[in-house]
């Protein structure tokens, strides 16, 4: 099921760039096979699935990663009945759902926050930009009980949430930009 995800993951994020950037490079694609029909089958298969959570509690990386992907999707190809379902589903995190929103204590975590400023860059809908900007903040305000490697990135500079994983490097980022 991992392995699912991590190739969801990929294949979604790269879409925008590929349907935008690649459309006169390669072609013909098979009908059923445009970077626009699989990245709606890919997107459509994603909208109606449960939230992929860490440690059973939060929104985990990976499902920030698919919506991410699929959100830029939407917006690259103007297709704003994909745009509405996402955020269709992602509304009850304002709600319903609001304890399923990740603490802002570790680079894993804080990822999230690019999610609803992705929302917000869309929408204009000010709700997300509240909802992601802390979460871009807080890989700045050193907590009291961070560790002394934590404390140190931030005296060089660095967000105390840094580590040297690739991942992390993504992840910091995301939200950063």
């Not at 699989?38 to 440690?55: K, M, W």
Request: hydrophobic share 40%; proline share 6%.
């Amino acid at each position: 099921m991992r392995k699912i995800h991590i190739l969801v993951v990929i294949v979604i994020y790269t879409f925008p760039f590929i349907a935008c950037a690649q459309n006169n490079k390669i072609q013909p694609f098979p009908k059923g096979y445009t970077p626009e029909e699989v990245g709606l089958l890919l997107s459509n298969r994603f909208i109606p699935s449960d939230h992929f959570l860490h440690r059973n509690q939060w929104i985990h990386y990976p499902e920030v990663c698919v919506t991410l992907g699929s959100l830029r999707f939407a917006d690259a190809t103007e297709n704003e009945a994909l745009i509405k379902q996402l955020q269709n589903r992602f509304e009850t995190l304002f709600s319903s759902e609001k304890d399923k929103l990740p603490p802002k204590d570790h680079v894993d975590m804080n990822m999230f926050g690019c999610l609803p400023l992705e929302f917000y860059r869309i929408t204009n809908d000010k709700r997300y930009y509240d909802l992601g900007l802390p979460y871009a903040d807080s890989q700045w305000e050193v907590p009291q009980e961070a560790s002394d490697e934590e404390k140190a990135w931030s005296d060089k500079g660095l967000s105390w949430q840094t580590r040297m994983w690739i991942d992390d490097m993504y992840m910091i980022t995301i939200l950063q930009a």
